[in-house]
């Protein structure tokens, strides 16, 4: 899915529509803590799981290849301009074509406000094609702005052309920048989302401490990625279809397996739900918990700005 695709200057700061007398106002954030006995129970038994997901090894891993220091975001790059007009086919593929319903259920979760009384802004990292953008502008009526920052300028131009045909061109805006170093001020958004982006960024500590600091006080932290399946059975049958029918369907169907085979193992390489939670966590994110979807195959976290 989308990602940090590549190395890259940061831009300078992006202008936000009239929101830089804003920026240092408080979103509006939660207001009742949630029940959390049952959510620390999961958390506690998935953390005691053996895992090998280490997320000390995520920068110099591609896929289950091990490259050198600074290789990989290189490697992640061409991966995607390879299948930047095969975004939407490339996601079916790898989930079955639930990523529509998982990320329909994100936008739900945000809740996007359909009336405010000053600007309401979100950046969507690795979002270049726009699908967030645009479910979140037009959940909320078009209250909300949207800005997309993806490293891959194959898939910001997808993204640009499709929010143009939608309509959608003044309301959603495209900028090529890295997670790592977000070319934006502090306290600018009310909420940082990504999907299925953030397994692709090297330095994934440094990505959310920059998704923190560009956050105004209140504000939401919504990442949905593919996870670790937690269903007896589900894991072999998904294992199974991931190693040996996506890459062989995307070899049929695109005419280059490898780029579907990588997406398969880097998933595999991904911190398991409790210990990206406790990442998070360290990035100073509070009220920090997910959510599973279909048994584990992708999970939304969720963190607030306090």
């Given at each position: 899915m989308g990602g940090v695709r590549g190395h890259h200057s940061a831009a300078p700061p992006l202008v936000l529509w009239s929101a830089a007398t804003a920026t240092d106002q408080d979103a509006t954030g939660p207001r009742r803590r949630p029940d959390t006995q049952n959510f620390k129970?999961?958390?506690?038994?998935?953390?005691?799981?053996?895992?090998?997901?280490?997320?000390?090894?995520?920068?110099?891993?591609?896929?289950?290849?091990?490259?050198?220091?600074?290789?990989?975001?290189?490697?992640?790059?061409?991966?995607?301009?390879?299948?930047?007009?095969?975004?939407?086919?490339?996601?079916?593929?790898?989930?079955?074509?639930?990523?529509?319903?998982?990320?329909?259920?994100?936008?739900?979760?945000?809740?996007?406000?359909?009336?405010?009384?000053?600007?309401?802004?979100?950046?969507?990292?690795?979002?270049?094609?726009?699908?967030?953008?645009?479910?979140?502008?037009?959940?909320?009526?078009?209250?909300?702005?949207?800005?997309?920052?993806?490293?891959?300028?194959?898939?910001?131009?997808?993204?640009?052309?499709?929010?143009?045909?939608?309509?959608?061109?003044?309301?959603?805006?495209?900028?090529?920048?890295?997670?790592?170093?977000?070319?934006?001020?502090?306290?600018?958004?009310?909420?940082?989302?990504?999907?299925?982006?953030?397994?692709?960024?090297?330095?994934?500590?440094?990505?959310?401490?920059?998704?923190?600091?560009?956050?105004?006080?209140g504000g939401r932290f919504l990442c949905l990625e593919f996870s670790e399946v937690d269903v007896p059975m589900l894991d072999r049958v998904y294992d199974a279809f991931s190693f040996n029918a996506i890459p062989a369907i995307g070899q049929a169907v695109t005419g280059d397996g490898e780029p579907y085979r990588y997406l398969v193992e880097s998933i595999r390489k991904f911190p398991n739900q409790a210990r990206f939670a406790e990442m998070i966590r360290e990035a100073g994110f509070e009220r920090v918990t997910w959510r599973n979807y279909s048994g584990g195959i992708a999970a939304l976290h969720s963190g607030w700005k306090l």
């Open positions: 129970a999961r958390e506690a038994s998935m953390a005691q799981r053996t895992s090998t997901r280490d997320p000390q090894d995520m920068p110099t891993s591609f896929g289950f290849a091990t490259v050198a220091q600074g290789e990989k975001q290189a490697l992640v790059d061409d991966v995607f301009h390879k299948v930047a007009s095969r975004y939407d086919l490339m996601n079916d593929l790898m989930s079955g074509g639930m990523h529509r319903l998982w990320k329909d259920a994100m936008v739900s979760t945000l809740a996007p406000p359909r009336s405010a009384v000053r600007p309401w802004i979100v950046l969507d990292v690795a979002g270049g094609t726009g699908d967030i953008a645009t479910r979140i502008v037009e959940r909320s009526g078009g209250t909300a702005k949207a800005v997309v920052l993806d490293i891959n300028g194959s898939m910001l131009a997808v993204g640009r052309d499709r929010a143009a045909k939608a309509g959608h061109a003044d309301a959603i805006r495209f900028t090529q920048g890295n997670a790592e170093t977000l070319p934006f001020p502090d306290r600018s958004f009310d909420a940082y989302t990504i999907a299925f982006g953030i397994r692709n960024v090297p330095d994934i500590p440094r990505a959310l401490r920059e998704a923190h600091r560009v956050l105004k006080r």
